[in-house]
């Protein structure tokens, strides 16, 4: 998994930014009412350019929102993190917002590896998420204007992935010899996944951006703490237990 740059306003050439250094949040299924007569300050957090400038410019034409300036993305009302998927920089991104009272958080994401990804996002304080593939401008307000009500947005399929994962772990909990997805980290379990596509150490790191001794010192781990013979008998413990 390559280390991305997040990109805020403070972090973007001002030609790719038309009114940038600002926030946004995610979307749910309210109608657009307004939070109140004022604006809402928005901040928006995105890995590339792409995702920054396109969701800036879905949210800079909508009276409601106010995009913040870079020296006052920490004071927004709202921050919005657009991302592919949920990775160890995004985590550390969504626990640093977490600890901002004056914020509140919501995503807008491609998909989610696991319900253990989607718990441990939740975890991290986001209170509304919304899809990439659906972050049109209407709902993009929407889910902003929740999040500054204080409300929490979660699509139903999302919801139903949550409560599988939760009872996946109710399961294993009443027995001592079962995985939860808790196990895995996010890398193990795509390293995992990737062995599991056949594919050796070389094209492991090369696929994820890791070192070779990154990637066998992930797996002999997982091995290791699962008390397992080897890779296959990881995959197959995995695949079993729905950790991949």
């Known amino acids: ?28 299924h309210w109608p657009a009412r307004a939070v109140s007569a004022e604006r809402v300050s928005v901040a928006v957090y995105a890995p590339d350019p792409i995702l920054y400038v396109g969701t800036v410019q879905q949210l800079k034409q909508r ?99 949550l409560l599988t994962h939760v009872g996946h772990l109710q399961r294993s909990s009443l027995d001592p010899q079962a995985v939860s997805l808790s196990t895995l980290t996010a890398r193990e379990a795509e390293m995992l996944r990737l062995v599991s596509e056949g594919l050796d150490t070389t094209e492991i790191a090369r696929k994820t951006a890791y070192s070779e001794r990154t990637v066998k010192n992930v797996l002999h781990e997982v091995i290791t703490r699962l008390q397992l013979r080897n890779r296959a008998h990881a995959v197959g413990y995995a695949l079993r237990r729905g950790l991949i």
């Open 1 to 28: 998994m390559s280390s991305t740059r997040m990109i805020s306003s403070a972090s973007t050439p001002a030609a790719a930014q038309p009114e940038v250094g600002r926030a946004a949040d995610r979307s749910a």
């Open 63 to 161: 009276p409601e929102i106010d995009l913040v300036a870079d020296a006052d993305l920490d004071g927004a009302r709202v921050s919005l993190v657009v991302v592919d998927t949920v990775n160890d920089e995004t985590s550390a991104l969504l626990n640093r917002l977490r600890h901002n009272p004056a914020t509140r958080t919501g995503i807008v994401v491609g998909t989610f590896e696991s319900g253990d990804a989607l718990q441990r996002t939740l975890d991290s304080g986001v209170a509304a998420v919304l899809r990439r593939a659906e972050a049109d401008q209407d709902k993009l307000l929407r889910l902003v204007l929740a999040i500054a009500r204080g409300e929490g947005v979660l699509p139903g399929d999302l919801l139903a992935k």
